[in-house]
Every structure is written in C-alpha cells, then in structure tokens.
C-alpha cells in the first residue's frame, strides 16, 4: 500500500511537471508571436519616430508599471532584487535599443531587420567571451559564421542609402539587446521588470520635446496602443511567466519565431515582399541559429527577457 501511494504521488508530480512545463512552452510562444507584430503596428502607426516612440513608450510603461505593482502586492515571498548600477546600465542600453529598433523598422524593411536580429544569439554569445571570459565551443564559431554570411547576403540586397542605415540601426538594436542579456547573466539578481519599465520612462522622456504636439489619429492611437501595451507590455510578462518553466535553450528556439513571423505580418497585411537575397539570407541566418541552440541548450541567446 505504502509503495503504491508513492507510485502515486510520483506519477502526479511528473504529471504536474509536463504540465507546467507544457503552459511554460505555450506562454513563449505567444510571447513571440506578439513580439513578432512590432513591424506590423509600426507600419499600421504611419508616424514620424519620436512621436512613435513617445507614444509606445507612455503605453509600455502603464503596462509594465501595473504588473509591477501586482506583483508587489501579490507576491510575498520572493527573491530579493536589486538594481543599482547594473541596472541603470541596463536601462540606458535598453532605451537606446528601443529607439534603434523603431528607427530601423522605419527605415528598412522588417525581413531586413528580422535578418540581423536572429543572430543575437551568437552577437550575445561573442559579448560574453570578451567580457565574461565564457567559453566557445567550435559549433558556435561554424554557426556564427554560417549566420555572418546569411546576414551578408541580406545586407548586400539593401537598393538604398535608407535601407542601409536601417540594417545599421538594426545591428545596433541587436548588440544592445545582447548587451542586457550580458548583464542579466553577470547580475542575475537585478531587477529586469524594473529596468524596464525606466527604459520606456527614458525613451518618453527623450522622445517627448521631439515628437509633433498634434494628436494622432484613432488609428494611430491604436496602432501605438497595441505595440506599447501587447507587443513590448504583455509580450515581456509572458516571455517572463513561460521561461521559468522551461529551459533556457527551449525558450530561445521558441523566442525565434518571431524572426519568422515578423516579415509574414507586413506581407499579409502591408504586401511588403522579402527579395530573393533577404529570404536566403534569412534561411540561412535562421537555420545556424536553430542548429546551435539545438545542440547548445545553455546557450544566453535564450535569456532574450529584455525586449526591444
């Protein structure tokens, strides 16, 4: 009797564990797929930067700053966090790779982007190795350079000054995102949620004495609204819920589906059509990733918590 009741119990504890484990997956990847929507609601915003970047960052930090608030009254018991230097790091680096990032959706197309911001993996990794003194394995350097190449002919498909600054933009929105995971990982007790939040009270307050006085329209309003509140707001506390329930490696794969979905959005909706350079480059770009990840499943480009 005794040992069937332990049969029992470890059979409803693995149960719980596939459980959790399966919300953990189903969580990301709605993470990604509303992380994927930020060039769909830029495209659909039709506004000058800074106004777009104002606005967004106002909704993000409603959102960002209630779910801090519930989880301060919520929750009693919890790890302590703290923020200090690191953190105002962090948060200068987070702004900057915000504004980047809406800066290069403006100036190129999303496949563009989405093209240079898949190899934030290994970007993030190459960090690590000069600052962290992180180990390389030989599969990152065949996948990095596999992923270089894939970036290269993206890049070289570029038909204008623009879209040229707007691959630039876009590398510089990738390596500030590897930068916070860099940190993340050496401060691991830092207060991500928070920086956050102060990142977009940055990008508002930077943003404000430059963006057009005019309201927009509802449209615009609304195109604002969702990437502040859905793509940046309730995509992060997702990505958050779902990573602690799975693995670090698992939840980097499935944070790459967005790179994927990202141009899909625009072409359905916005007809924007990804070259024959781009889609190779892509390809390429996306299959060294998905190559390397699998088979380094503690590899940082997982701990992607710091979103653009």
């Not at 189903?26 to 769909?40: D, E, F, K, M």
């Not at 703290?82 to 915000?98: M, Q, R």
């Not at 009270?201 to 604002?224: D, E, G, I, K, W």
């Not at 967005?258 to 909706?269: A, C, S």
């Amino acid at each position: 009797m005794i040992e069937d009741a332990r049969v029992s119990l470890r059979s409803a504890l693995d149960m719980n564990v596939a459980r959790d484990r399966l919300v953990g997956i189903y969580l990301v990847i709605a993470s990604a797929v509303l992380w994927s929507t930020a060039g769909l609601f830029v495209r659909m915003a039709d506004m000058d930067v800074w106004s777009l970047v104002a606005w967004r960052s106002a909704f993000s930090v409603i959102t960002l700053g209630a779910f801090m608030l519930v989880r301060t009254t919520t929750v009693r018991r919890r790890p302590a966090k703290t923020f200090g230097l690191p953190g105002v790091v962090a948060c200068l680096v987070s702004a900057v790779t915000a504004i980047s990032y809406i800066v290069s959706l403006q100036w190129t197309t999303v496949a563009n982007v989405m093209t240079v911001y898949a190899a934030l993996p290994f970007v993030a990794t190459g960090i690590a190795f000069v600052w962290l003194r992180d180990q390389v394995t030989r599969r990152f350097v065949i996948a990095g350079c596999a992923a270089f190449i894939g970036v290269a002919i993206s890049v070289g498909a570029a038909v204008s000054a623009t879209d040229i600054l707007g691959v630039l933009a876009a590398l510089v929105m990738t390596v500030g995102c590897a930068i916070q995971i860099v940190i993340t990982k050496r401060f691991p007790s830092m207060d991500s949620t928070m920086m956050t939040v102060y990142a977009a009270l940055v990008c508002f307050c930077v943003s404000l004495p430059l963006m057009q006085v005019s309201l927009p329209s509802p449209t615009q309003l609304f195109a604002c609204a969702f990437y502040g509140v859905l793509t940046t707001g309730v995509g992060y506390i997702l990505l958050l819920l779902g990573s602690r329930r799975i693995g670090s490696g698992e939840a980097g794969l499935l944070s790459m589906l967005d790179v994927v979905l990202g141009p899909l959005w625009v072409l359905l909706f916005y007809n924007e059509h990804i070259s024959l350079p781009v889609l190779a480059g892509g390809t390429i770009v996306l299959a060294a990733v998905i190559w390397y990840l699998i088979g380094d499943p503690k590899t940082m480009g997982a701990a992607v918590s710091t979103s653009a």
